[in-house]
């Protein structure tokens, strides 16, 4: 059993890096610093390496004095782990550190893991690297104090999107109700990370929801920002992810549609669907891609004439 | 044991009424058509009797063909089961259908149930009453399938607000995972339940954004909702529900207060807190009440001079 494998290089390491991917998510982040606390229970030497700083809604997560952000390769380690990583360069700079390795592992949920380590343990049914960190712990005869609980609690719960994606299943749940049992505060966790908003993104939200324009009986909903907007509401690029949920969640539309002009006059596409249409269609037909129900592409014209353009090729399909 | 009772009860029954409280919830339907769909396995003849019209939103949940909406008072039942009521006058106009019962039993969660059934089973651990059903379909040796799994998935999903309130436990998630197991569509429900929103409701989340003004360095947000802001867009008096939260989530706020104008010109005020501010002792001291973090009142004066009123009450506790 390769858990087995990777616990017993553990057991005969002394410093181990732990290197989540570039623009650390909850899972990425909750999984790293639930696994470094528990190799700190083991007496080991854990250091994490973030690619960025840490977004600021994780500040309350346990064991961030064992995070360092990346600045010069450190010196050589005799274990490196990389978490919810799927290959090489979501590693980013820190690919150097990997690179300079005793021994190298692989703890991942996506399907697309292209195995870079020396050691790989890709589990594709887990919700979240989480709950693969869960069972190593437990394997290796740690108690899950409530640090840990809280770390791992974050990793699962953001990957599942607060329990609520299809990837959700009854592990995820068995594994949560172990977790709180061991002390986490759920109802400060999700207020903190699924409902606190900044300001400008919920004023761009206001501005979006104005702008919302629907078409095709209330079948298809359309959002245009513009980098004025952007500006007029304080709002950064970040800002706009999740902001064509506000079409697609309304009672009638099955597809949303986002239109971002950049500066340049690009304009950046984001699609989502609801039941039935297949918007990565849409998306493909202009050199983008995606999924199903979530898509995106670049084209470069007007606003409007993209806007009259998508509208017809929706129309077609719903 | 008093769910033995209760069992023993339903097995000498034969056709047996089921009452949710009046504007039942996702806890009071789900649980209702999880028990009634439980019931028929036993061959008994359940009915449930709404006070009102299904939500739409809920029109996917399976049992709605032994659902009445309440018109006038049917034969006498030899068994009257009420689930997540607190006491007789959240039965509504259906309290006729309790009086008239051959025997009557109460399944609750609420602490301030007032134990108004002959046989009484109020468990205030429980996150929701759907936990309760859980429990009470397993003791009865029947099968939980798809249909109640999914019904008394919606119950524990709605009451915990998707997982996200304090009172979900351990046991919430456990018997969750059992639920997933029987089949329940995760992410369709999620989606269908918490995540759609009326064009009208979407509308006056953005003109609430609009009107959405900060005090107190960022620390207080308030927001007026006039009854031509509420026509203008077409949504109706419960779209206003949850509104406050808009104020609430944005970063650094800790109160936001939401000041609903209707006809009339009273003024119908509700407070919500994130950390440390008890709202109830403002709502208090306008003859209204709540808890610390969820409080409400009305005032009857101009809209203006009570926000004037209202900044310099909070002013003094932040």
């Known amino acids: 059993m390769i858990e087995n494998e990777i616990i017993s290089l553990i057991k005969n390491a002394d410093r181990i890096a732990i290197l989540p991917h570039v623009s650390a998510d909850g899972d990425a982040m909750g999984s790293s610093l639930a696994l470094a606390l528990a190799l700190k229970k083991l007496n080991k030497k854990p250091m994490i390496y973030f690619e960025e700083e840490m977004p600021s809604i994780y500040g309350f997560l346990p064991g961030r004095e064992l995070v360092r952000i990346y600045d010069e390769k450190p010196d050589k380690y005799g274990l490196v782990i990389a978490l919810d990583t799927g290959d090489m360069e979501r590693l980013g700079k820190r690919a150097a550190i990997f690179n300079d390795a005793g021994i190298t592992v692989n703890i991942d949920h996506h399907p697309t893991n292209t195995q870079f380590g020396q050691v790989n343990l890709v589990n594709t049914d887990s919700a979240a690297v989480g709950e693969m960190i869960y069972r190593l712990i437990e394997m290796m005869g740690i108690n899950i ?16 999107g607060g329990f609520r994606y299809s990837n959700t299943t009854p592990v995820t749940h068995r594994i949560t109700a172990d977790l709180i049992n061991n002390g986490v505060d759920v109802s400060y966790i999700s207020q903190t990370v699924f409902e606190t908003v900044s300001l400008p993104k919920v004023k761009l939200m206001g501005k979006a929801i104005e702008n919302l324009e629907l078409f095709e009986n209330g079948k298809l909903a359309i959002i245009k920002i513009t980098d004025d907007l952007l500006k007029s509401v304080g709002a950064k690029e970040e800002d706009c992810d999740g902001i064509v949920n506000i079409g697609r969640n309304i009672e009638g539309v099955e597809v949303a549609v986002v239109i971002r002009q950049r500066a340049g006059g690009e304009l950046k596409i984001n699609f989502r669907s609801k039941n039935y249409v297949d918007v990565s269609v849409i998306a493909n037909r202009h050199s983008g891609g995606g999924h199903k129900r979530a898509a995106g592409c670049t084209i470069k014209c007007g606003i409007n004439e993209a806007k009259e353009m998508l509208i017809k090729e929706i129309r077609e399909v719903l």
Chains 1, 2 share one sequence.
């Open 145 to 160: 104090d409530k640090d840990m609980a809280t770390c791992l609690y974050v990793a699962i719960a953001t990957d599942t």
